[in-house]
Nanobody, 127 residues
Framework: QVQLVESGGGLVQAGGSLRVSCVPS????????MGWFRQAPGKERDFVAA????????VYADSVKGRFTISRDNAKNTVYLQMNSLKPEDTAVYYC????????????????????WGQGTQVTVSS
């Protein structure tokens, strides 16, 4: 069974930093773009950031631009989301996902273009 496994979530004070990671289990995602989404209680799942297979293209939601950085290490088969200057409104479950439409930057923003999802990791930012 193909899975994506997130780790690194936790509780942090406002202004602090966390790095969450995503590792696939059961296959590699060679040629896939990878994305991070988040979902707060009672809200829809929102796009956070995405990165192309080569790493040359990254896109961010306006709400995290300048504070979050997505990266990937294809040799380690791992995708990272470095989160700095965290705010209470960043509190959510963070999901990583794999998108086969690596060539289409426009596809990175829509969760429907992602075929594989992780179970999520909780990030809580206290004020």
């Amino acid at each position: 069974q193909v899975q994506l496994v997130e780790s690194g979530g936790g509780l942090v004070q406002a202004g602090g930093s966390l790095r969450v990671s995503c590792v696939p289990s059961g296959r590699t995602f060679s040629g896939y773009a990878m994305g991070w989404f988040r979902q707060a209680p009672g809200k829809e799942r929102d796009f956070v950031a995405a990165i192309s297979w080569s790493g040359s293209t990254t896109v961010y939601a306006d709400s995290v631009k300048g504070r979050f950085t997505i990266s990937r290490d294809n040799a380690k088969n791992t995708v990272y989301l470095q989160m700095n200057s965290l705010k209470p409104e960043d509190t959510a479950v963070y999901y990583c996902a794999a998108n086969p439409l690596d060539y289409s930057r426009r596809s990175y923003y829509n969760p429907q273009n992602y075929l594989y999802w992780g179970q999520g990791t909780q990030v809580t930012v206290s004020s």
